[in-house]
């Protein structure tokens, strides 16, 4: 696979805009084809690699992790435009891509693929570097001091420092593999690290792979929580230091900042979805039952339920009103009150796994099996739609300047702006 491209003016222009029903915009972008080859690790010319970042360009980091903040809350640091933005850049790998970008105050993007690489791309899209992992990142990174912590289905989370030195690799936990031929069974995606860390404001790495685990900034064990099952959900940090996260044991757990457990509320089915936590003491997550829960945060009971008719694996972003809003397999972004109210619903053609964001005045953007990017108002009518390359499974993240980036299953990283 060859470098990114920078956006020619002609790629720009090939853009086609055209009506779309309800009122909304719709952009046709260009769909070039996936590279079919594997992707060496750092063999690039020098004269391909971008610059190092020359100053920062916002005051913090816009995305740090993945749904914005250690609560899970899906708020983005931008706002969502109210037209169909314009595409800006692609950068492409040669796998679909499942992750969610993070972008730094420098303006350098981090993402995984598929493919098994993890890449720093400059604020044009430009390769920075790239890291060559033995599988696929499903995993989206988190920004720690000085560096970034991501793990990959090769059991292993990393700690890298910002230029792309791999400082150390820890495995999740000690799961025999048996041949390819044999599929990815139980046994072969226990151990891998597809949960999105948290870190705590001492440092502390939080991360799930066989176990819940706790690390040090240095990647040493610092503590281990048997969960029985897989923990593929993103724990989510209380302002007290408690940390919730689902299982695919069927369990949400709260676990205390040592490593004990609080409370567990238990399912028949698996909790692959984030939780999120709310202003008002609430867990609010999904489960493959096609579910979302609320429940106390204090003591796991049960405030509300609300059925769907598919697993939910999207995890919720939270307005700034209390508006709850999620996905689910059947194709329906939802929104709740508060208490977990309906107050309205948007149709797409496709299981939604993208995790919505959510921006001050209370808009939602998110991607749908569908292979289309939706942006809608407060009150759930479209605002605009942009069909892509393939699913669109990632969840956006958005700069204050109004740079929107978001990965799809045909292998891209798209970046859209004003």
Avoid: N
């Amino acid at each position: 696979m060859g470098p990114a491209p920078s956006l020619t003016l002609a790629f720009v222009g090939s853009l086609l805009a055209v009506a779309c029903p309800g009122g909304g915009e719709r952009v046709e972008p260009p769909r070039p084809p996936v590279a079919k080859s594997k992707i060496p690790e750092q063999k690039r010319k020098p004269a391909e690699l971008a610059p190092p970042a020359a100053r920062a360009l916002y005051a913090v980091d816009p995305q740090p992790l993945f749904r914005t903040t250690t609560t899970r809350s899906g708020r983005t640091a931008g706002a969502i435009p109210r037209s169909a933005p314009k595409l800006r850049w692609r950068f492409a790998t040669s796998r679909p891509i499942a992750a969610s970008p993070i972008l730094d105050a420098a303006g350098t993007t981090y993402i995984g693929s598929l493919d098994g690489s993890f890449s720093a791309l400059d604020a044009q899209g430009r390769l920075l570097w790239r890291r060559a992992f033995a599988d696929a990142v499903h995993a989206t990174a988190a920004l720690v001091a000085g560096g970034v912590v991501v793990g990959a289905d090769d059991d292993h989370v990393r700690r890298l420092d910002r230029g792309g030195k791999v400082l150390w690799s820890l495995p999740l936990g000690a799961c025999p593999l048996p041949p390819r031929s044999e599929g990815r069974g139980p046994e072969r995606v226990r151990c891998d690290a597809d949960s999105s860390a948290v870190i705590a404001p001492d440092g502390t790495i939080v991360v799930g792979g066989d176990a819940l685990y706790a690390l040090h900034g240095d990647g040493r064990i610092r503590w281990r929580l048997e969960t029985g099952g897989h923990v593929r959900s993103s724990p989510a940090l209380g302002p007290d230091g408690t940390i919730y996260v689902g299982t695919q044991g069927g369990a949400l757990l709260a676990v205390s900042a040592e490593g004990k457990k609080r409370w567990e509320r238990r399912e028949l089915y698996d909790f692959d979805s984030s939780p999120a936590l709310t202003a008002d003491g609430l867990v609010v997550v999904g489960c493959d039952d096609g579910r979302l829960y609320g429940l106390g945060a204090s003591d796991g009971a049960l405030r509300f339920r609300v059925a769907t008719r598919g697993p939910v694996r999207s995890s919720p972003a939270l307005a700034p009103d209390g508006t709850i809003l999620f996905g689910s397999d059947d194709g329906q972004l939802r929104a709740l009150s508060s208490r977990g109210a309906p107050r309205w619903s948007f149709a797409t053609g496709g299981a939604i796994r993208s995790s919505p964001a959510v921006d001050a005045s209370g808009a939602v953007v998110f991607g749908s099996g569908d292979d289309t990017l939706y942006a809608l108002g407060p009150d759930g009518r479209l605002l605009w739609s942009v069909p892509l390359g393939g699913d669109v499974d990632s969840s956006v993240a958005l700069a204050p300047d109004g740079l929107l980036l978001v990965g799809c299953d045909d292998g891209a990283l798209y970046a859209f702006g004003p």
